[in-house]
């Protein structure tokens, strides 16, 4: 659900980065990093304090990338006021995308 909720706001965040060739608001960003974090970190705990498959450990590892993909976007870019690079931005949701992906395989 946390995944979900922090996917919808990235592709909003996506769709004005391509659409208006500008960042996005920052509360939407910072929104939709604290959501995905807060799914990152029950997948944490999840994962070690439990028996799951290493698919849901390589899907960890996919989404911890993708978290630190996402603070360079936010701290190194969009706080300064730069825009984000749409491949860097594409790589991110890429990334995302195959670690949830490899949790539902998991499952």
Known sequence: MLFGVAAAGGIVMALIRLGKK?????????????????????????????????????????????????????????QQGVLIPSAVMIGHALVAVAGVGLLLLAL
């Open 22 to 78: 500008a960042n996005p608001p920052h509360w939407i960003a910072m929104l939709h990093g604290f959501i995905a974090a807060a799914g990152v970190t029950l997948l944490a705990y999840v994962t070690i304090f439990s028996h799951v498959p290493d698919l849901a450990h390589i899907g960890l590892l996919a989404l911890l990338l993708a978290a630190i993909g996402g603070v360079w976007m936010d701290l190194g870019r969009h």
